[in-house]
């Protein structure tokens, strides 16, 4: 079992930066993909980024591709997510998930099985 812990979340400005971090504790060894997923208030969890553990290949949602950078430190079994220019659109619970996706799933909730806590990212002025 993996544990997920994340850390970074607040409140911050449009147009400003935030950065998340998640450390992986326990059974880290058999991690295939680490990821960032979103819960906006009211509406539904969706994908945001996630990296493949072994070669770090990235996959983003079209709605933050080039405005968010996902990453990795695998020594310290983390990653992290550098979001620039936030919008209030980008307000929501951010969690840290861990699985074993095949490609044809890596966007999918139902690909990773391990899930932080969350961390609430809220912008506004």
């Known amino acids: 079992q993996v544990q997920l812990v994340e850390n970074g979340g607040g409140l911050v400005q449009p147009g400003g930066s935030l950065r998340l971090s998640c450390a992986a504790s326990g059974s880290a060894s058999g991690i295939g993909a680490m990821g960032w997923f979103r819960q906006p208030p009211g509406k539904e969890r969706e994908f945001v980024a996630t990296?493949?553990?072994?070669?770090?290949?990235?996959y983003y949602a079209d709605s933050v591709k080039g405005r968010f950078s996902i990453s990795r430190d695998r020594s310290l079994s983390a990653i992290y997510l550098q979001m620039n220019n936030l919008t209030p659109e980008d307000t929501a619970v951010y969690y840290c998930a861990s699985g074993r996706p095949i490609l044809s799933t890596i966007r999918l909730q139902s690909a990773y099985a391990n899930w932080g806590q969350g961390t609430q990212v809220t912008v506004s002025s």
């Open positions: 990296l493949r553990w072994n070669g770090g290949h990235t």
